[in-house]
């Protein structure tokens, strides 16, 4: 009895002594990835950009550019060769402006959702991989055509590749910091209008001169 008396005695001396007693401190078992876990959107351990390393975005960067320069360059080649597609295919201006114009025209405006959906599900690398490989195609199609029809196949082709020329710079400088994508996009749009637009001009005009006298050449050789 008298143990069980002491035993009670020194309960409540026990409970004040626990109560007490200061908490442990948070463990710090995978601290490194609480830092992570609770670390700013769009910031990594590096300081990088959420978007990936910057190599692989400037690669990515690079061929939309590229992709989007070739876009504005089929867009404005046909001011140029007019002349020599009325004399390759024998046909009058209307026909190389309605059908070679509106084929491109119509091919790249009903793309521009589709090609979204596609840099949102597939990925901005396969997808700009597709679209370059159309707009080859395409152009291969054109400078080999016969005929009116296969080059209307042809700007179609090149039409849905170009595409997602824009939406392609977009995405690409989207994957930057987030105070360097305006900088990435204004960027592009110079490379892509200013090299786009140069090659159009002087340079096609000079390949199209030179269509033109190889295409003249038989005519004048014939009695």
């Known amino acids: 009895m008298q143990g069980l008396r002491e035993a009670h005695a020194a309960s409540p001396r026990s409970d004040r002594a626990s109560s007490h007693q200061p908490s442990p401190p948070p463990s710090t078992v995978g601290g490194a990835g609480f830092a992570r876990a609770h670390a ?31 876009d504005i360059f089929a867009r404005l080649q046909l001011n140029v060769l007019v002349p020599a597609l009325l004399a ?11 059908a070679f114009g509106s084929a491109w025209l119509l091919a790249y405006a ?14 901005a690398h396969r997808v700009l991989a597709l679209l370059a490989a159309l707009c080859a195609a395409g152009a291969l ?16 082709l090149t039409g849905v590749g170009c595409g997602g020329g824009f939406l392609g710079i ?14 990435m996009l204004g960027v592009a749009s110079v490379l892509g ?20 006298i190889h295409i003249s050449e038989p005519t004048r050789r014939t009695p």
């Open 110 to 123: 009903c793309v521009q959702v589709p090609t979204g959906l596609l840099f949102d599900r597939a990925g």
């Open 141 to 156: 199609l054109f400078a080999a055509a016969p005929a009116v029809p296969l080059a209307c196949a042809g700007r179609v």
């Open 193 to 212: 209008f200013g090299l786009g637009a140069f090659g159009a001009a002087a340079p096609l005009q000079l390949a199209a001169r030179l269509s033109l």
């Open 40 to 70: 700013p959107t769009g910031v990594d351990d590096g300081g990088g950009s959420g978007g990936g390393g910057e190599e692989g975005d400037a690669l990515l960067w690079l061929c939309a550019t590229l992709l989007f320069t070739y």
């Open 170 to 183: 977009v995405v690409a400088s989207s994957t930057f910091r987030a105070e360097r994508v305006g900088v």
């Open 88 to 98: 390759d295919f024998r046909t009058d201006a209307a026909t190389v402006g309605s």
